[in-house]
């Protein structure tokens, strides 16, 4: 029996009003992602607080890497 780890990386630009909407997508799948990295680059957006508020609403962990 394997354990197998997911996690999903999601490239983004300048789309904070649809991040929350591609977080949901994801953790509405059958397979359980284990962590999202969320990879910035370089948004003049308020990409930070929109990831911020998903992240207090689930338990996955989610990190935000910033160019």
């Not at 009003?17 to 999202?36: K, R």
């Amino acid at each position: 029996n394997q354990i197998i780890s997911i996690s999903l990386i999601i490239p983004v630009h300048n789309r904070a009003g649809i991040i929350c909407h591609a977080i949901a997508s994801v953790l509405s799948q059958e397979e359980c992602v284990n962590e999202i990295l969320i990879v910035d680059d370089g948004s003049s957006d308020d990409i930070e607080s929109a990831v911020e508020n998903v992240q207090r609403a689930t338990q996955i962990p989610i990190r935000l890497i910033r160019q």
